[in-house]
T-cell receptor, first 117, second 113 residues
Framework: GAVVSQHPSRVICKSGTSVKIECRSLDFQATTMFWYRQFPKQSLMLMATSNEGSKATYEQGVEKDKFLINHASLTLSTLTVTSAHPEDSSFYIC?????????????FGPGTRLLVL | DQQVKQNSPSLSVQEGRISILNCDYTNSMFDYFLWYKKYPAEGPTFLISISSIKDKNEDGRFTVFLNKSAKHLSLHIVPSQPGDSAVYFCAASRQGGSEKLVFGKGTKLTVNP
């Protein structure tokens, strides 16, 4: 159980275009989903937290107008990188959590490799 | 300000021996800790967790030890297997995991046959 999928797994786009990444919880309903970014040989950095039906909460330094997050249902969250630039190239990973109680574990998707040319 | 630190970027052990991965944290408000395993170009896989009310949690070959006074936790893998070769991330959270996870930079474990 607790499977999280991401689509696409890899995307290459031209500078200035927008890219949408989907995150789905396949066998459970996720009240909260998280979006992370990982640079090579670095740790996972939380970008934003999204709760179903409400606006995402962005971490300090993350541009909310550039990284649009929509959590339309309990099983789907999307991250749209708008007007992508080469510096946005990175590995984006989502995670999902069932509830907000004690001991709830985050389960991660397989990640999406974004390359902006 | 790095609140979760994994000071060893890499560790190499022989198959069948014990692997010990270490993690230190600075925020005394953290009360829930997790270990994740990650292969290249994949998302992290949850391994084991521990809450601050315990000092040990065991699951098969994996045991996590927590020393709150030292703000230190460790993951023991016994016996180590070549398939355990991956990057291991330590993560910490407040409020029993209901707040965001703060990750260390990871330790790359290599288990040699």
């Amino acid at each position: 159980g607790a499977v999280v999928s991401q689509h696409p797994s890899r995307v290459i786009c031209k500078s200035g275009t927008s890219v949408k990444i989907e995150c789905r919880s396949l066998d459970f309903q996720a009240t909260t989903m998280f979006w992370y970014r990982q640079f090579p040989k670095q740790s996972l950095m939380l970008m934003a937290t999204s709760n179903e039906g409400s606006k995402a909460t962005y971490e300090q330094g993350v541009e909310k107008d550039k990284f649009l997050i929509n959590h339309a249902s309990l099983t789907l969250s999307t991250l749209t990188v708008t007007s992508a630039h080469p510096e946005d190239s990175s590995f984006y990973i989502c995670s999902a959590r069932v509830g907000g109680g004690w001991g709830e574990t985050q389960y991660f998707g397989p990640g999406t490799r974004l390359l902006v040319l | 300000d790095q609140q979760v630190k994994q000071n060893s970027p890499s560790l190499s052990v022989q198959e069948g021996r014990i692997s010990i991965l270490n993690c230190d944290y600075t925020n005394s408000m953290f009360d829930y800790f997790l270990w994740y395993k990650k292969y290249p170009a994949e998302g992290p896989t949850f391994l084991i967790s521990i809450s601050s009310i315990k000092d040990k949690n065991e699951d098969g070959r994996f045991t996590v030890f927590l020393n709150k006074s030292a703000k230190h936790l460790s993951l023991h893998i016994v016996p180590s297997q070549p398939g355990d070769s991956a990057v291991y991330f330590c993560a910490a959270s407040r409020q029993g995991g209901s707040e965001k996870l703060v990750f260390g930079k990871g330790t790359k474990l290599t288990v040699n046959p």
